[in-house]
């Protein structure tokens, strides 16, 4: 099986990037991580990365006097490694237009949240404090502003009434280990075709390319 070059961007943690590495470790999965980018030298998502053997890159924002060259720096690295395509697991740097078109329809992002619901990075708070009965998390392809684009793969997650933003938080983040590699092999696979803002899951069969919109994984049941 051809598999195809992924660079991850990341900030912090990494617990979405461990999800994709180990994805990517399956003989049967259609992408491989070519190199993990962090703008932060004390990314614990490194030391994932180099535990397993997957190249990485500090690429610090703070060396670069704009946005865009320090997208540029990104964007020559992620060519460097060949990347087809990008994932964006936590990482806390707004992308300049520039960047975000290059990778268009081939840059994806993960969030906290059943989008359009609680943008921004206090979703679980936000969506506590609203009294929501339901959250979840998004994957959805990048565009330039922040956590708006079309929805590849959702998961919901009831709110408890007992819930603070940590212990719905891991809840969530277990929806999101398996969302976010589910929505790379789609991607990877040439399965995803965008129309504005609505994405079509084609079929895995070539002789049956009929489509199914949008998924919502683990529904309330
Ligand atoms: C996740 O909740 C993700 O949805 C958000 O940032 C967090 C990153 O967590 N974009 P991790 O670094 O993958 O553990």
């Known amino acids: 099986m051809i598999k195809r070059k992924v ?18 470790q399956r003989k049967d999965y259609p992408a491989e991580i ?7 030298a004390n990314a614990f998502g490194l030391t ?21 060259a320090f997208d540029d720096a990104m964007h020559e690295m992620l060519e460097r490694h060949k990347v087809e395509f990008v994932c964006l697991a936590g990482f806390m740097r707004l992308l300049s237009a520039a960047f975000v078109r290059r990778w268009q329809d ?12 609680f943008k921004g990075i206090s979703s679980h ?3 506590i404090a609203a009294g929501v009965r339901v959250s979840g998390c998004t994957v959805h392809f990048v565009r330039t502003e922040m956590d708006v684009g079309p929805i590849i793969i959702q ?17 969530v983040l277990e929806q999101e280990h398996i969302c976010y590699p589910q929505a790379l092999k789609w991607l990877a696979e040439g399965r995803l075709s965008v129309q504005g803002q609505i994405v079509s899951v084609k079929e895995s069969t070539p002789q049956n390319p009929t489509k199914a919109s949008g998924a919502l994984i683990n529904p309330l049941d």
């Open 155 to 171: 998961s919901a997650v009831a709110v408890l009434p007992q819930d603070t933003p940590e212990t719905l938080g891991t809840r």
């Open 34 to 40: 070519a190199v993990v980018i962090s703008n932060k």
């Open 48 to 68: 994932r990365a180099a535990r397993a053997g997957v190249a990485c890159e500090v690429i610090d924002h703070q060396r670069y006097e704009s946005r865009e």
């Open 125 to 127: 708070r936000d969506a």
């Open 7 to 24: 660079g991850v961007l990341i900030s912090g943690n990494g617990s979405n990037l461990q999800a994709l590495i180990d994805a990517c």
């Open 106 to 117: 081939r840059m994806i992002n993960i969030h906290p949240s059943l989008l359009p619901a």
